[in-house]
């Protein structure tokens, strides 16, 4: 018990998906790792910077996913920059086969995080891309909520 006190919480987020895409909708999956995968994971080692995810024969995979090879691994060493099929329920995977019909919409993966029991999970989501001129909106709105919230907070 006293172990699990001891260890810190494992979040990494991307950042620029937020600022690229105005998020519809989020889903939490799963995600098949290898051993020194999730070892390199723990050791906050990861990157979503180009993440995304797509189809193929009726699963979804995700694309872009930099963790870097483990420092203490041998030759069984995992390769960096591989696809990987992440776990939802069927309903799930057919409700966001459904979403992905319309045109410009993106899953991307949000935040990679290790839950209470030790697993790794990807939050993903559904985006649909944001042109120049409304990322500056969106920045400006984000500027006026913060005066917003500073003024009220006095």
Known sequence: MAKLALQKEISIKNRRAQFDYEILETWVSGIVLAGTEIKSIRM????????????HN???YVRGINISEYTWGTYNNHIPKRDRKLLLQKKELTKIERAMGDNGLTIVGLKLFVNDKGFAK???GIGKG??????REHLKEQDSKRELDRLFKR
Do not use: N
């Open 44 to 55: 906050g080692k990861a990157s979503l910077v180009d993440c995304y995810c797509y189809f």
């Open 130 to 135: 944001r042109k120049s001129f409304d990322k």
């Open 122 to 124: 990807l939050l993903i």
């Open 58 to 60: 009726g699963e979804l």
